[in-house]
């Protein structure tokens, strides 16, 4: 019997340079982003936490798979503009089965860039696949959220390099 390997490339653009709130000084206050050993990126400006990112599975009977049980190994992009995370991501009740996945993250400015190549290591049954963007409610309380095309970005959301058929979630006003 031959396996089907599924393969997942899934490229992500956080425009966050047009967030604001309430105060121009916490606006212009540089955007960190931290990669920690699993891959999961945690966003943050001015000590706040913007965002939390992170690719999840979820294995039979909705066993979740966050990436913070990921063994990964985190590697500086050789022209040093972001990291680089290979790992593996063990998947419950799936007899062993695990995500294999490489991460790529790239600060653009103001803008956050995130490519991710996932794929099985055996035959398994997943209810869900997914990378989530986990928003603090005490941050955006009152505010819009709108994700759209890159070839339509709303006024004041332009994220350079992007390409068709790509995904930008704009975090706005």
Same mark, same amino acid.
């Given at each position: /019997?031959?396996? &089907?390997?599924?393969?997942?490339?899934?490229?992500?653009?956080?425009? &966050?340079?047009?967030?604001?709130? #309430? %105060?121009?000084?916490?606006?212009? #206050?540089?955007?960190?982003?931290?990669? !920690?050993? %699993?891959?999961?990126?945690?966003?943050?400006?001015?000590?706040? #936490?913007?965002?939390?990112? !992170?690719?999840?599975?979820?294995?039979?009977?909705?066993?979740?798979? @966050?990436?913070?049980?990921? *063994?990964?190994?985190?590697?500086?992009?050789? !022209?040093? /503009?972001?990291?680089?995370?290979?790992?593996?991501?063990?998947?419950?009740?799936? +007899?062993?089965?695990?995500?294999?996945?490489?991460?790529?993250?790239?600060?653009?400015?103001?803008?956050?860039?995130?490519?991710?190549?996932?794929?099985?290591? *055996?035959?398994? *049954? &997943?209810?869900?696949?997914?990378?989530?963007?986990?928003?603090?409610? +005490?941050?955006?309380?009152? *505010?819009?959220?709108?994700?759209?095309?890159?070839?339509?970005? @709303? @006024?004041?959301?332009?994220?350079? #390099?992007?390409?068709?058929?790509?995904?930008?979630?704009?975090?706005?006003?």
């Amino acid at each position: /019997m031959r396996l &089907l390997r599924v393969r997942l490339i899934a490229t992500i653009f956080l425009a &966050l340079g047009c967030l604001a709130i #309430e %105060s121009n000084v916490w606006a212009q #206050e540089a955007l960190l982003v931290r990669v !920690e050993p %699993s891959g999961l990126v945690r966003v943050t400006r001015g000590g706040v #936490e913007m965002a939390v990112i !992170e690719l999840n599975a979820h294995g039979p009977q909705w066993k979740h798979a @966050p990436q913070d049980t990921a *063994k990964a190994e985190v590697r500086e992009l050789v !022209e040093g /503009m972001g990291r680089r995370v290979v790992g593996t991501m063990p998947v419950p009740n799936t +007899d062993d089965g695990a995500i294999k996945f490489s991460e790529v993250v790239r600060l653009l400015g103001q803008a956050l860039r995130l490519e991710y190549d996932v794929a099985v290591t *055996k035959a398994m *049954k &997943l209810n869900g696949l997914q990378v989530s963007i986990l928003l603090p409610v +005490d941050v955006y309380a009152d *505010k819009e959220v709108l994700i759209s095309h890159p070839d339509a970005d @709303p @006024p004041g959301c332009d994220v350079a #390099e992007a390409t068709a058929g790509r995904r930008v979630l704009c975090l706005g006003r």
